[in-house]
């Protein structure tokens, strides 16, 4: 049986080492390294990789989710919401994701008040848009987003299409 892969992401003793508290989880896939935050800290692992001198994870590249229902390995969580940054300085990229796990049937549009986390228009301001797609197509909102609302579907659609339960 072959050794799992050191994971030697420059960033992530800088984030151990200033989150002490926190318990993470980090993950690499074909080169590429996700921390696992947990939900209400995500804002604050967001800040220190944006602003700290050696991570300067200037570029949001993406938000998205992920719906995990039937997946056949077990997750912490039914979805996840990933951000993709990048540090144009270091030339270095890292995932974050936030698990979250449903309170409420997920198969209507009814808010889960377990499916939110921060938003992080904020710090890069090109979520906006992206965080607005990820919640008309999954249902999760985002906290102090300055506009949350539909983006792809109109206002009264009745579901989340993303979701996996959404009837076809």
């Not at 993406?62 to 990048?86: C, E, H, K």
């Amino acid at each position: 049986m072959a050794a799992a892969p050191k994971l030697d992401h420059p960033s992530l003793p800088l984030v151990k080492e200033r989150f002490a508290d926190v318990k993470f989880m980090a993950t690499e896939f074909r080169g590429q390294t996700t921390l696992v935050v947990p939900a209400e800290r995500l804002h604050d692992v967001a800040r220190f990789l944006k602003d700290d001198t050696r991570c300067e994870y200037n570029f949001l590249s993406d938000v998205t989710a992920a719906d995990y229902l039937d997946y056949p390995a077990p997750q912490p969580g039914r979805f996840a919401v990933i951000w993709n940054l990048l540090s144009h300085k270091f030339d270095r990229r890292l995932r974050l994701k936030v698990f979250l796990n449903p309170t409420l049937d997920t198969s209507g549009i009814e808010a889960d008040p377990a499916l939110m986390v921060d938003s992080v228009t904020d710090l890069w301001p090109g979520a906006e848009w992206m965080e607005r797609e990820v919640y008309d197509m999954y249902g999760i909102r985002f906290r102090n987003h300055p506009d949350l609302r539909r983006i792809l579907m109109w206002k009264e659609f009745p579901a989340h299409p993303l979701r996996k339960d959404y009837p076809l």
